[in-house]
C-alpha cells in the first residue's frame, strides 16, 4: 500500500510540474523515474542579447546518497541563437557531466558567453528523489560587466578564459548562495592588483587594520586565494576615503562591483556593510589543490554570512584539547595569519583545512602540511607530541564539521561542485 501512495505522488508530482510550464517558454520537460529529459522547441524565443538558461529542481537525499547522477548537455557549436533549429542533426557539441543535485529546491545555471544554445539536456535516474519543477530563459543586459554570472562551483572552476568577458578576471556569482561572489583573475598580478592590499588589511599580522602602501607590500608572499566578508570590504573602502588613501585602479573598480552587488553600501553615513562575502582565486593556480582551495574559501563564504554555522564550528573548535589550539596557532602564525590577536580567524581557517578534503585525507594533510608549518614555526614539544600520537582526530573533526555543513548548506566536500566534465583534465581553468 505504501508503494501505491508513493508511485501515485510521484506521477502526481510530474504531472504538475508539466502543467505549470508556461506557453511562451522555449523549453519543455519531462520528469521521469529520479531523472528528467528537457527540450528546446522555440528556438526564435531565445534573444540575441546575453541570456541564462535556468533549470529549477528539487531533491531531497542523505549524506549516504552522494554519488553524481550522469547530465547530458546538447548545444549548437555557435552561440547565435538563429542556428538552433537547424544544427541539431550537424552542428551540435554533446558535453558529458557528473551531475551532484543538492538538497532542497536549487537551481543549475546556464550563460551564453560559455556555449552554445542548450538543444537538449538529460538528467539520468540516481539515488534519492529527484524533481524538475521549472526551465527559463532570463535575459541580461549586454555589457554590463559589474553582474556576475550567475554559476556553480564545477562550472567556475572550468569555465574557459577564453569566454571571460575580461581577458583579465571574470565575476561570479554561487548559484546555491546569492551573497557570495567570486573574482577570479587570469594572473597573480591581476589578483594582486585588486586585492594584496586587502589581504594585508585584514589579515595579515603585523598589518591588520591599516592601509599598506605599494612599496611596502609589494615584495611580501601574498595569498593565491582569498576571502572577505562584508564587514571588513566596507572597513578597507571607507579607511581609505577618510585617510584619501590612493587606491589602484583594481581596487575603484572592485569597490564599484561591491557596491553594485549590496555586498557593502553607501550610506550617509559612508561605506557600510551590506550583505555577502567575496571569494578570490588566480587562475595561475594550476595545479592538482584547485579543487580543494574553492572547497576552501566556499567554507569561509558561508562561514561569513551564517551566523548558525560560525556558532557550530566554534562549539566543536572550543571542544578540542589545548595542545591541538597550540599546534594550530603556531602554524597559522607561521603563515602570517592574524590568529594570535584574532580568535575568530582562527576558529574560520581551522574549519575550512578540516572541510576542505575528505576525511579520510585531513590526518595526512594536516601532519604534512600544517604539520610542517608548525616544525618551521619551533612549535611547542607538548603540541608536537600531542599531534604524533592523535593523527586520526583530525579525521574524526572532519567528518563532525562534514556532517554540520551538510545539515545547513547541503554541502560536503563530496558534493561541491555541481557539475564536473566527465574525462576532466588539469589544469582546472584552460
Known amino acids: 500500500m505504501k508503494r501505491f501512495w508513493g508511485v501515485l505522488f510521484f506521477v502526481s508530482m510530474c504531472f504538475c510540474a508539466a502543467a505549470q510550464q508556461p506557453a511562451g517558454n522555449p523549453y519543455s520537460w519531462e520528469n521521469r523515474a529520479k531523472g528528467a529529459f528537457i527540450q528546446l522547441r522555440s528556438p526564435e524565443k531565445i534573444p540575441d542579447e546575453p541570456w541564462t538558461l535556468i533549470v529549477h529542481y528539487r531533491y531531497q537525499g542523505s549524506m549516504e546518497e552522494l554519488a553524481p547522477r550522469d547530465l547530458v548537455l546538447v548545444t549548437n557549436s555557435s552561440s547565435s541563437s538563429s542556428q538552433s533549429s537547424q544544427s541539431q542533426s550537424i552542428n551540435t557539441v554533446t558535453e558529458s557531466f557528473d551531475f551532484y543535485p543538492k538538497n532542497g529546491s536549487r537551481s543549475l545555471f546556464f550563460n551564453s558567453e560559455r556555449r552554445g544554445t542548450p538543444l537538449s539536456l538529460r538528467i539520468e535516474s540516481g539515488a534519492g528523489n529527484f524533481l524538475v519543477t521549472g526551465v527559463e530563459v532570463q535575459k541580461r543586459a549586454a555589457g554590463k560587466l559589474n553582474e556576475p554570472l550567475t554559476t556553480d562551483l564545477g562550472t567556475m572552476l572550468y569555465y574557459p578564459r577564453s569566454r571571460w568577458r575580461n581577458r583579465e578576471y571574470e565575476f561570479f556569482r554561487l548559484n546555491h548562495e546569492p551573497r557570495i561572489l567570486y573574482i577570479v583573475s587570469a594572473s597573480h598580478a591581476v589578483q594582486s592588483a585588486f586585492l594584496r592590499r586587502l589581504a594585508f588589511f585584514v589579515e595579515k599580522r603585523g598589518f591588520a587594520g591599516r592601509l599598506a602602501r605599494d612599496e611596502e607590500i609589494k615584495d611580501l608572499r601574498d595569498w593565491g586565494a582569498h576571502d572577505y566578508r562584508s564587514a571588513d570590504l566596507a572597513r578597507f573602502f571607507q579607511k581609505a576615503e577618510n585617510e584619501k588613501f590612493p587606491l589602484n585602479r583594481k581596487e575603484l573598480l572592485l569597490r564599484e562591483l561591491l557596491l553594485a552587488n549590496g555586498i557593502i553600501r553607501r550610506t550617509r553615513n559612508g561605506i557600510e556593510a551590506g550583505e555577502g562575502a567575496l571569494i578570490g582565486f588566480s587562475a595561475e593556480i594550476g595545479d592538482d589543490r584547485l579543487p580543494a582551495y574553492f572547497v576552501h574559501e566556499t567554507v569561509h563564504g558561508f562561514y561569513f554570512i551564517m551566523p548558525a554555522l560560525r556558532r557550530a564550528f566554534k562549539e566543536s573548535f572550543d571542544r578540542y584539547p589545548e595542545a591541538e589550539k597550540n599546534f594550530l596557532r603556531a602554524a597559522f602564525d607561521f603563515r602570517e595569519y592574524n590568529v594570535l590577536e584574532d580568535a575568530d580567524l582562527l576558529v574560520n581557517e581551522t574549519a575550512a583545512y578540516l572541510l576542505q578534503q575528505l576525511p579520510a585525507e585531513t590526518p595526512k594533510y594536516f601532519n604534512d602540511i600544517i604539520g610542517y608549518w608548525f616544525r618551521m614555526a619551533g612549535g611547542s614539544a607538548e603540541a608536537s607530541a600531542w599531534v604524533k ?42
Open 389 to 430: 600520537g592523535n593523527g586520526a582526530v583530525f579525521a574524526r573533526q572532519s567528518e563532525e564539521l562534514q556532517a554540520k555543513l551538510f545539515a545547513l548548506t547541503g554541502l560536503r566536500v563530496e558534493n561541491f561542485f555541481d557539475l564536473l566534465p566527465k574525462n576532466r583534465s588539469l589544469p582546472m581553468i584552460p
